[in-house]
T-cell receptor, first 111, second 113 residues
Framework: DAGVIQSPRHEVTEMGQEVTLRCKPISGHNSLFWYRQTMMRGLELLIYFNNNVPIDDSGMPEDRFSAKMPNASFSTLKIQPSEPRDSAVYFC?????????FGSGTRLTVV | AQSVAQPEDQVNVAEGNPLTVKCTYSVSGNPYLFWYVQYPNRGLQFLLKYITGDNLVKGSYGFEAEFNKSQTSFHLKKPSALVSDSALYFCAVRDQGNYQLIWGAGTKLIIKP
């Protein structure tokens, strides 16, 4: 099992540009979570999918953020337009029962 | 409301000594409790969990944790610390009726040679 796969590992972009982060969950896991981690705020849950359906997106900071899960093996988190305050590490995690398995994260820097 | 507290921002231990990283929680129902570890520039890795059964749970890398219902605690322990245990440790909880894990703020563990 390759685990949760995220891409890219690092992304540097200019303010105002669109950024798309990708996640492939573990096969058979029916829950998917997007998190953001910063020094100031720690781990923040952005959105939760269950069986490909968004269940809770109350953590999405604002309309600039959107997430999709078109099928059980792929999800995207898009920021448009990006701002410097979006700089953080974004994690995807998937789950089948109790605990989560995390990807290695995408370190986003918006300059 | 569910919550998790990790009262220590940082714990310093000499190599070979026992270590404890503290966690207390609050949930409305029966808790599911977890410990994760994060090494620099890496994602969070699962260490161990308590769902039901024996209060002493053993996990990866020689770590263990004890579920104490009366004290609502789930402290992480290891009998003999290694320098390679230096990392950021997160405690998390959810109750049976909730999908969402509630995370502690994390404790930085530093093991000195």
């Amino acid at each position: 099992d390759a685990g949760v796969i995220q891409s890219p590992r690092h992304e540097v972009t200019e303010m105002g540009q669109e950024v798309t982060l990708r996640c492939k969950p573990i096969s058979g896991h029916n829950s998917l979570f997007w998190y953001r981690q910063t020094m100031m705020r720690g781990l923040e849950l952005l959105i939760y999918f269950n069986n490909n359906v968004p269940i809770d997106d109350s953590g999405m900071p604002e309309d600039r953020f959107s997430a999709k899960m078109p099928n059980a093996s792929f999800s995207t988190l898009k920021i448009q337009p990006s701002e410097p305050r979006d700089s953080a590490v974004y994690f995807c995690a998937s789950s089948r029962d109790y605990g989560y398995t995390f990807g290695s994260g995408t370190r986003l820097t918006v300059v | 409301a569910q919550s998790v507290a990790q009262p220590e921002d940082q714990v310093n231990v000499a190599e070979g000594n026992p270590l404890t990283v503290k966690c207390t929680y609050s949930v409305s129902g029966n808790p599911y409790l977890f410990w994760y570890v994060q090494y620099p520039n890496r994602g969070l890795q699962f260490l161990l969990k308590y769902i039901t059964g024996d209060n002493l749970v053993k996990g990866s890398y020689g770590f263990e944790a004890e579920f104490n219902k009366s004290q609502t605690s789930f402290h992480l322990k290891k009998p003999s610390a290694l320098v390679s245990d230096s990392a950021l440790y997160f405690c998390a909880v959810r109750d049976q009726g909730n999908y969402q894990l509630i995370w502690g703020a994390g404790t930085k563990l530093i093991i000195k040679p």
